[in-house]
């Protein structure tokens, strides 16, 4: 798969040979919706609760007596048909809201994803991403000469000054090659892998 090699100011100044096995698989739509999917709903934290009849603080007591009133009759007002009253079926803040994907297919749904995203020309390599100061502002500046307004870096290593340049930009997520998830594969309009990346890329998803 022929990748664009881009420069200091984002120009495509050569093809990179990409790995087909990576960055040359038809795409799988349905496959990359389920392990998008069970990223997000993995990433969820069971700390809702909510009450049933026996928690919520309501009286005992009979609301009114059981003929001759013409309503519905009632034993007590925490029952979950009347307002305020408890849930029949109450969420658990031990909820479990966990997905499992085989690692089969969580390879190929990302290695579907890495192959699509070159197609549509929104994945590019460059030679490394490293910056000699932490500075936010020559980082930004580096990404405004090269056009990037929204980008995913993968390099291969990152060090402190790459790290702390890079956190407070809001459009702008740099991670090592493990640590690349589908849901930012995909929420980012560009993507920038470094050469060292792609070859550990290459062993993850292969």
Known sequence: MQLELLNEQGQASSKYDAPETVF?????????????????????????????????????????????????????????????GGRIFPNSPEENFTQKINKKMYRAGMASIFSQLAREGRLAVVDSMKVDSPKTKDLAARFKAMNLQS???????????????????????V?????????????????????????KLKEMFA
């Not at 389920?34 to 709903?41: G, H, K, S």
């Not at 090592?176 to 995909?186: N, Q």
């Open 24 to 84: 040359g698989r038809e795409y799988n739509e349905d496959l990359v919706h389920q392990i998008v999917v069970a990223f997000q709903a993995n990433a969820r934290q069971g700390t809702r609760a909510q009450k049933d009849r026996e928690q919520v603080k309501h009286s005992t007591k009979k609301p009114f007596k059981q003929k001759g009133t013409g309503r519905a009759r009632a034993g007590m007002t925490s029952s979950p048909l009347w307002r305020g």
């Open 175 to 199: 991670v090592e090659p493990r640590y690349a998830d589908p849901l930012s594969l995909v929420h980012y309009k560009k993507v920038l892998v470094t050469k060292g990346a792609i070859d």
């Open 151 to 173: 980008v995913l870096v993968i390099a291969e290593e990152i060090d402190e000054n790459l790290y702390l340049a890079s956190r407070n930009l809001v459009n702008v997520l």
